[in-house]
């Protein structure tokens, strides 16, 4: 893979070749710290680190309400930081665990981590997926 700065007015992108079918996909660097400026967005990246989750999985770990999580997984989704799975009904999402986003789990790991709101939130969904008595 490899990776190309573009300067653009005010935004920085990286531009990402892929081998298969020389693919351009374009992470802007601005956009995605401001993604991750908010609390909310930082406190649902930290949950789907630990594992794939449903809307109502975040919202009741985090005390959201529905549309509000799925605003900003909506966001997150855009930015390209995170993944959706449809299965049925229900849409199940991910971290985008790849090279140009591995910063993403630096950051979780390395400063998310240990503080008390988002080790709360690690119990709070803990509890839930505990007493969760079916699938989404």
Known sequence: MQHELVYSCNHIYINIYMLIGREVVTLDIVNVLKALSDETRLRILNL??????????INESLDIMQTKASRHLSYLKKMGLIKGRKQAQWVYYSIIKEEDTSFIGDLIEKSLRNNPPYDNDLIQLAAWLGKKNMNC
């Open 48 to 57: 789907l680190y630990e594992r794939e989750l449903c809307v109502c999985d």
